[in-house]
């Protein structure tokens, strides 16, 4: 009998180990499903920030750029072009060998397409009023010649492959030229199959493929849009990148605003909490009304005491007009509430004063409510797009990144 109790003891055990690894099963694997499905959005958002057209319909989650064949060519010709795999180039010396291919229904001669570099600007916006060399000046393209030909059939159709190929060549002496843009015109009938790496656009109803830089490099061909965001929006003066000093100004913003926040909230907060002042139950009453006032409703006002202080088009005005908020005051004061009384009369007891004791031992206590509004501030200006838009506006130097982006969807709309 004794054996037997045993052996139920063990069982259960072993039943009631299974039950807990279940449910921390059915836990970690929920999670794991949610982590998935929240990140589809992002996922979406990257490979549309790699393509040539994000906004093209029906989405695609296979295009150019996100083929390996396409990654080792741009690889190649990066470091033909200027002895620079990563960003490519056109440099002196330069001999870039390319290939492209059309398909031709059965019965039709080929023709060699014609192949040109033309004269192209970097981009749109800034990036189109600063001088830039012109692969045009120094790039000579051997006569295109027939490769080889072989029997296909495509999209039910019976013809041909014909495989071209020629050679562009730096000609002289001149400078490193950043892009080597290139467009090859196909005869009408030939219908474009494939090339050595494939063209940003194909136009006119695919007889014309084109492509922004023949030797890109790995990194200016997948990740061309990261580049443009670096090259097209400059300081038209000084040729600086604009983005970085966007970015800039909004670290700077951000953190000026936390610190300023931290300070005058728990201030404020303890304040209302623990000492004594008249009628402080309606001045607290009046601050979360003013959490009730939209920024919009007063930003007339604020504008108008900005621009008398001279703060309009800089970025102090930014962090005078966001310097501590009413939701703030609110978080500190509820939470010095939840602090016990006692721990404060004992520090008087000890004789500490009360900037000591606010300082000293309450502020490190209140590391959690410091923590949480630290996120939620840095958040919110890190985000903030109407202030700016209201301060900053005409001073493109000045611009934070949400008002710098909105920037970049003007330079779209004009491409």
């Known amino acids: 009998m004794a054996t037997d109790a045993v052996r139920l003891r063990k069982l259960d055990e072993r039943h009631l180990a299974r039950q807990r690894w279940a449910r921390a099963g059915w836990v970690y694997g929920t999670m794991l499903a949610l982590a998935v499905f929240f990140m589809g959005p992002f996922y979406v958002a990257f490979l549309g920030s ?13 295009f150019a750029q996100t083929q390996p064949k396409n990654w080792v060519a741009a690889w190649r010709l990066g470091q033909l072009g200027a002895g620079n795999p990563w960003t490519g180039g056109f440099a002196p010396g330069a001999v870039v060998p390319f290939q492209v291919s059309y398909f031709l229904a059965e019965g039709q001669e080929p023709e060699p397409p014609l192949v040109s570099v033309p004269r192209r600007r970097a981009g749109a916006g800034l990036g189109a009023i600063f001088e830039e060399v012109q692969a045009a000046e120094y790039a000579q393209v051997s006569p295109v010649e027939e490769l080889s030909r072989r029997p296909a059939v495509l999209e039910g159709q019976v013809g041909q492959i014909v495989t071209y190929g020629f050679t562009v060549r730096y000609v002289g002496e001149g400078p490193r030229v950043p892009r080597l843009p290139l467009d090859i015109e196909a005869p009408r009938g030939q219908q474009y199959y494939g090339a050595t790496l494939d063209p940003n656009r194909l136009e006119r109803r695919g007889r014309v493929a084109s492509w922004d830089s023949l030797t890109p490099g790995l ?26 000093r966007w970015t800039a100004n909004t670290f700077f913003v951000s953190l000026a ?159």
């Open 50 to 62: 790699l393509k040539d057209n994000p906004l093209e319909w029906p989405f695609r989650y296979s």
């Open 219 to 244: 990194f200016g061909y997948v990740f061309r849009n990261y580049l443009r965001v670096f090259n097209e929006a400059r300081d038209p003066n000084t040729g600086a990148s604009f983005f970085l």
């Open 257 to 415: 605003v936390v610190l300023t926040t931290l300070l005058f909230a728990s201030l404020g907060g303890y304040a209302l909490a623990r000492m004594y002042l008249p009628g402080k139950q309606y001045l607290f009453a009046f601050i979360v009304f003013t959490m009730t006032v939209p920024s919009q409703a007063t930003f007339i006002s604020n504008y108008l005491v900005l621009r008398d202080l001279g703060l309009l088009g800089n970025l102090w005005g930014m962090v005078v007009w966001s310097a501590v908020g009413a939701g703030a005051v609110f978080i500190m004061k509820q939470f010095f509430e939840s602090i016990p009384r006692e721990i404060e009369e004992a520090a008087l007891l000890d004789g500490a004063t009360p900037i000591t004791t606010f300082f000293r031992i309450i502020l490190p206590l209140a590391t959690p409510a410091l923590g949480a509004l630290t996120i939620l501030t840095f958040q919110g200006m890190w985000n903030e797009f109407f202030k700016a838009a209201v301060v900053l506006s005409g001073q493109q130097a000045n611009y934070t990144l949400p008002l710098g982006l909105s920037f970049f969807r003007v330079i779209g709309q004009h491409m």
